[in-house]
C-alpha cells in the first residue's frame, strides 16, 4: 500500500533553517510528482512547492519562494523540503502529497500524515 511518512519536525528560531523529508513506498516513485502542503493553525490548507517525477521541474508559493528549495531522491524514493530564512509565518503542518501524474497539478491521491514546524523566538 502508498506510504508516504514525513520527517524533520522541529521547533527553529526566527531566520533559521529546517528540512523536511518525505519516505515514500508502495508506488513508483519516479513517476509520480509530488508536492508539499502546509496547513497553519486555523487556516486552510496551503500549497507550498511542487516538482515534477524526475525533478526537472519546479514550482513554488509566492509566500516561500526564494527561501525554499524542493527536491527530490529518487533512488532513495525521498521527497525534501529545505526551509531557510524561517519566519513566524511558516509555523505550520507540512504534508507531503502524491500527485496522480508526472506533474504537480494539485490532483493529490495520498496525502502523508504531517510533520509539525514552528518557528518561534
Known amino acids: 500500500q502508498v506510504q508516504l511518512v514525513e520527517s524533520g519536525r522541529g521547533l527553529v528560531q526566527p531566520g533559521g533553517s529546517l528540512r523536511l523529508s518525505c519516505a515514500a513506498s508502495?508506488?513508483?516513485?519516479?513517476?509520480?510528482?509530488m508536492s508539499w502542503v502546509r496547513q497553519a493553525p486555523g487556516k486552510g490548507l496551503e500549497w507550498v512547492s511542487g516538482?515534477?517525477?524526475?525533478?526537472?521541474?519546479?514550482s513554488y508559493a509566492d509566500s516561500v519562494k526564494g527561501r525554499f528549495t524542493i527536491s527530490r531522491d529518487n533512488a532513495k524514493n525521498t521527497l525534501y523540503l529545505e526551509m531557510n530564512s524561517l519566519k513566524p509565518d511558516d509555523t505550520a503542518v507540512y504534508y507531503c502529497?502524491?500527485?496522480?501524474?508526472?506533474?504537480?497539478?494539485?490532483?493529490?491521491?495520498?496525502w502523508g500524515q504531517g510533520t509539525q514546524v514552528t518557528v518561534s523566538s
Open positions: 508502495g508506488f513508483t516513485f519516479s513517476r509520480h510528482g
Open positions: 516538482i515534477s517525477s524526475v525533478g526537472i521541474s519546479t
Open positions: 502529497a502524491k500527485e496522480n501524474s508526472a506533474w504537480y497539478r494539485g490532483e493529490y491521491d495520498y
